[in-house]
């Protein structure tokens, strides 16, 4: 199984509301990501789980919120997002964190629409 | 720091035309070089990889060779098909950095 498995796909929020964005993944990878990516633009890193500790955050605002549950599972929660936060965020994983990264396995993306 | 030039987009080309997307380089080690592609919609998926001088990865009819004198990974196909067009990103990774450096994508559009 070399999935990342994403939900929900598709997400419309209000400037007050709190929701969560899902990511999980069975490869027995130890480092988790979440992505920010605009319209044709390439992916801007938000935060770096490696062993289940956050070891980067991107200075992302703090209505942005990551959670790192278990070792397969990543959440990021939203609160008081502003219209600007639109985008299509990226769940990914490595085997590892640190040095040579390898190979990122991506999700497909949650879509978030604030409006 | 680690950066990543590709060529602007985008690239249109007919089907079975032969395809170019350049890609340099700036690393202070020797950082292992990534092709990935995203189809409308959808998020990234690895293409092809090298992790040292001189490899050479290749998949579904795509190549790139890691080329250290000339700091690039270029990508090549020879004859691309409609279901080919989508979104390139050049990427490494870094013996000194924790995650990807990604460029700035190109687009190419393939028409029948």
């Known amino acids: 199984d070399t999935e990342v498995t994403q939900t929900p796909k598709h997400l419309v929020m209000g400037m007050t509301n709190k929701k969560s964005l899902k990511c999980e993944q069975h490869m027995g990878h130890r480092a988790m990501y979440w992505y920010k990516q605009k319209a044709k633009k390439p992916p801007e890193l938000m935060f770096v789980y490696s062993y289940e500790k956050l070891s980067i955050n991107e200075s992302v605002p703090s209505r942005f919120s990551p959670e790192c549950p278990n070792s397969s599972l990543l959440n990021l929660h939203l609160h008081a997002l502003q219209p600007e936060d639109s985008a299509l965020y990226l769940c990914a994983s490595s085997q590892y964190s640190g040095g040579d990264t390898g190979e990122l396995f991506f999700g497909e993306g949650s879509r978030l629409t604030v409006l | 720091g680690d950066s990543v030039t590709q060529m602007e987009g985008p690239v249109t080309l007919s089907e079975e035309a032969f395809l170019t997307i350049n890609c340099t380089y700036t690393a202070t080690g020797y950082p292992s070089l990534f092709w990935y592609v995203q189809y409308p919609g959808e998020g990234l998926q690895l293409l092809l990889k090298?992790?040292?001088?001189?490899d050479k990865g290749s998949n579904k009819g795509f190549e790139a060779t890691y080329r250290k004198e000339t700091t690039s990974f270029h990508l090549e196909k020879g004859s691309v098909q409609v279901s080919d067009s989508a979104v390139y990103f050049c990427a490494l990774s870094d013996l000194g950095g924790s995650t990807l450096t990604f460029g700035k994508g190109t687009m190419l559009l393939v028409s029948p």
């Open positions: 090298a992790t040292k001088a001189d």
